[in-house]
């Protein structure tokens, strides 16, 4: 069963009981044993099957170790449909991010590659329609010697308690205008175009729920409306300071998160220069299938 629309009350009725019904008490549940994520026996991928389907993630603790083989997310991902990579312009030549501490331009000027706290997001919040982030492997190679934990959230869950609060404000950001990302300019020379869309949108396809939204406050511009106003003012308390339904892990060396891009936060770190934190990220325009 999908996310219930605004207006379908008897649906978000029986959705709403399911979903908080089934939701993972704590992070443990969310983990699956796996030998080899690169070829998952039916039982392992039915594990993940089961734990995306109730919270749209899973946690996958393989014994590939420290092993830096880009095949791993990869393959997983192929194994659950995921086949389409985003080519950012900051990824690698195959697609796959090197998530790691970098200096100077121009990984080094973006928050992911440096060692600071990264605030809750959805990735790919800035990218055209055409190019929507449905679904994000995170595979840790190198865990950072302190710090660096993961912080997840279903995005649905995020909904809920928007809606609970003010079925308003759930309109509110359905507008096409209702969070816009200036554009990017570099030496006077337009990179990126602004981009102005929803913060939850359904999939014209399946029907999912779908959310684009960053807790940054630089360089992010609000719709002029009270009740926009008042749905960012109420994400930004929900997710602050120990959100409601976050669970938080540190990924260490073979660990994975799988998900339909919910939201994620990432603690500040400090590494080992011998042996400085790595994680493969690849972002996909198709959600988990199977």
């Not at 959230?153 to 205008?177: F, G, K, S, T």
Request: neutral net charge.
């Amino acid at each position: 069963m999908h996310a219930a629309r605004v207006e379908d009350s008897r649906g978000y009725a029986a959705w709403r009981e399911r979903k908080f019904a089934g939701y993972p008490k704590c992070v443990e549940d969310l983990v699956v044993e796996v030998r080899d994520a690169r070829r998952l026996s039916a039982a392992e991928r039915a594990g993940i099957l089961e734990r995306v389907q109730r919270a749209n993630m899973a946690v996958y603790a393989s014994r590939c170790g420290d092993d830096p083989d880009k095949e791993i997310p990869r393959a997983l991902g192929l194994q659950f449909g995921l086949a389409r990579l985003d080519p950012n312009w900051l990824a690698d030549d195959d697609g796959i991010s090197s998530i790691a501490v970098r200096a100077g331009a121009p990984r080094g000027e973006f928050i992911p590659y440096t060692s600071k706290a990264i605030r809750w997001h959805t990735d790919g919040y800035y990218n055209p329609p055409q190019r929507r982030i449905r679904a994000v492997i995170l595979h840790c190679v190198r865990e950072a010697a302190e710090g660096g934990e993961t912080q997840l959230l279903d995005h649905e869950l995020a909904y809920l308690q928007l809606r609970d609060a003010n079925p308003d404000w759930v309109r509110a950001l359905m507008r096409p205008d209702a969070m816009t990302v200036p554009e990017r300019t570099d030496g006077g020379e337009v990179e990126r175009a602004a981009r102005s869309g929803p913060v939850f949108s359904f999939d014209a396809g399946d029907g999912a729920l779908e959310m684009r939204y960053t807790a940054r406050t630089v360089s992010i511009q609000w719709a002029a409306d009270p009740d926009v106003a008042g749905a960012v003012g109420f994400l930004a308390q929900t997710l602050s300071g120990g959100a409601p339904f976050a669970l938080s892990l540190k990924l260490e060396a073979g660990m994975g998160v799988i998900c339909n891009n919910v939201l994620h936060a990432r603690s500040a770190f400090r590494d080992d220069p011998a042996r400085p934190r790595l994680l493969y990220r690849a972002r996909y325009y198709d959600r988990i299938r199977g």
